[in-house]
């Protein structure tokens, strides 16, 4: 032994040098078959990524190509319950949007096996649902090439909405892979248009011989306060964000219509207050037409009486509404 130069003690016994290098060669095999396996996991993804932008996985995919080590890429997935019968019409729009967003990055100069995106459904997936204690759908998480998924890798649907651009903001954030969202044409609202124009020229010309109507202040009122209703009732930030149309609690069956946070509606809710609004014009049109016309003193006391409680009741509503989402408000009226 006094030859031996290895670096190991000089007394050191035969039977501890071959245990040690049995030891380093089953490491060294296991880091082989490590390799070897997360090789074929990664090719795996590729193969059912070209076939589709979005992977469907049941609970056995899900635990082998996501949950399970090893693992160099990171993986989006969508918990939903896209089923007839389940009745998830949320479910089908952030289905869209999330479908733009794969086909973006799958078509994209910057694809590559670093990220894929996947979806489990209800219905294939019922014990990944269970596993990881989930009671509502859609539901985006992301889970990284390293570590467990924190608070942060579950998208907060509820307060953001479900656009394609919302989500790739969030995935860059996460994963630093920048995704630009490609939408496909569609020509729905060009045709839309052409058909208004179409349908206001031909009733031009119609009556090009009596124009008076195009002077009709009411018809012009009218019209703006539709616009206006529009606007204050939240329209546009259901067309920017995407909510869902309201939130039924997987638990008791629940239905939300109106969104606890001041940071985020639904558009259930927003039909509401323009529903809300809109009564509460009517019932000040109604005390100005009682004021100013010189009708019969009875009638004009009935319009009076009607306007006035449109407007209290309406309004007391729409104050128990901002109550509910501006938490700590402290006035009310009538309704609490």
């Not at 489990?120 to 989930?134: I, S, T």
């Amino acid at each position: 032994m006094a030859s031996v130069s290895s670096g190991f003690p000089f007394n050191l016994p035969v039977a501890s040098l071959l245990l040690i290098l049995l030891l380093c060669l089953h490491s060294g095999g296991g880091q082989k078959k490590k390799e070897n396996m997360l090789t074929e996991k990664v090719e795996q993804m590729m193969e059912w990524s070209s076939r589709r932008s979005v992977i469907r996985m049941n609970g056995d995919k899900f635990r082998r190509f996501v949950k399970a080590p090893p693992r160099n890429y990171s993986v989006i997935v969508m918990f939903t319950a896209l089923q007839p019968q389940r009745q998830c019409s949320v479910c089908r729009q952030a289905n869209e949007e999330y479908q733009v967003l794969a086909n973006s990055w799958r078509y994209s100069s910057a694809f590559s096996n670093k990220l894929f995106f996947t979806m489990v459904d209800y219905d294939d997936g019922a014990d990944v649902f269970q596993q990881l204690n989930m009671n509502s759908a859609p539901t985006f998480m992301h889970f990284p090439a390293k570590g467990k998924p924190k608070r942060a890798d579950t998208f907060d649907l509820q307060r953001i909405g479900f656009a394609s651009e919302q989500l790739a903001k969030w995935i860059a954030d996460r994963t630093d892979v920048q995704i630009r969202v490609f939408r496909p044409p569609n020509y729905s609202g060009t045709i839309a248009l052409a058909l208004l124009v179409s349908l206001v020229g031909g009733l031009l010309y119609l009556r090009r011989n009596n124009l008076e109507f195009i002077y009709n202040k009411t018809g012009w009122a009218m019209a703006a306060l539709c616009v206006v209703f529009a606007m204050t009732s939240g329209q546009m930030w259901n067309h920017i964000r995407g909510p869902p149309y309201a939130h039924k609690n997987p638990q008791n069956g629940q239905v939300s219509y109106i969104h606890g946070s001041s940071q985020a509606q639904f558009v259930a809710e927003s039909h509401i207050i323009l529903l809300l609004n809109a009564a509460i014009t009517m019932g000040m049109v109604l005390l100005n037409e009682a004021a100013t016309s010189k009708g019969d003193v009875g009638k004009r006391r009935i319009i009076c009486l009607v306007g006035l409680g449109l407007v209290v009741f309406f309004f007391s509503f729409l104050l128990s509404v901002f109550r509910s989402k501006y938490h700590g408000y402290p006035y009310s009226f009538l309704i609490k």
